[in-house]
């Protein structure tokens, strides 16, 4: 098993660089998880703990580069078929006499998952009446999530979800082929929004029906999650919906209590107080 290439102390001392430096703030990340993305890059750019350090404080190129491979960005189209069902069978219809909505994706990485709830709800003759938010931390991801072109090969894995959820017509229904590219309809972007937003830091900028922040906060030690679910409670209208990822759940007692269970196995929330 090969050695840690980084101590704990100097896993702070990289957090103490980021915060007083740029005024990004990781102390609210998981050790372990943090500990396992620095080891990474110092073996992508073969450095030592001294030269990572001193690039990071003097080199702001450098640091959006450590962002992007510090924040985790594993995503694909209608992730666990079985939560898009529940939410298509659960949500939805509940949905469905809102003369407005708003759905928030927090995390929303390369844009797939907002995606996949912009499909969801045209079908279910929600879209034209829905605006769409995804945010995160990175912008080189949000990039990709404004193009919304992924490659063609992944959309046959794609299409396996969504025909598992009880997709009604072809995921091919939804995209333009081109070459090995896929690129997303283009009035499935027209009610879209991408834009940077820090869970850690950033405060509330809306009212929305839905948030969906899933397996992102696995990523959070108990504390920054507890307040980035207070986020998203202050973030909900009465009687919105809190989508979590499949091991992650609301373990504040009084938070809890905010909320009732839709789903328990699939992680779907509604506030109630």
Known sequence: MMKDMITDEQVEEIIFV???IYDFDFDGYSRASLKRRLNRIMLLKRLDFFDLKSTLTNNE?????????????????????KFFKSLKENVLPYLSSFPHIKVWNAGCSTGEELYSFAILFEEQGLYNRS???????????LETAKEGIYDLQKMKHYSENYLALGGGKSLANHYVAQYDAASISRHLKKNVLFSMHNLVSDGPFNEFQVISCR?????????????VINLFYESLANFGFLCLGGKETIRDPLLAKKFKAVDKKNNIYQKIN
């Open 18 to 20: 980021t915060k007083n």
């Open 61 to 81: 190129d450098f640091f959006h580069y450590f962002i992007n491979e510090i924040t985790v960005n594993v995503t694909e189209m209608f992730r666990d078929p």
């Open 131 to 141: 605006f769409f938010y995804g945010t995160d931390v990175n912008h080189k991801v």
């Open 215 to 227: 397996n992102v906060l696995i990523y959070f030690n108990p504390e920054l999650q507890k307040n």
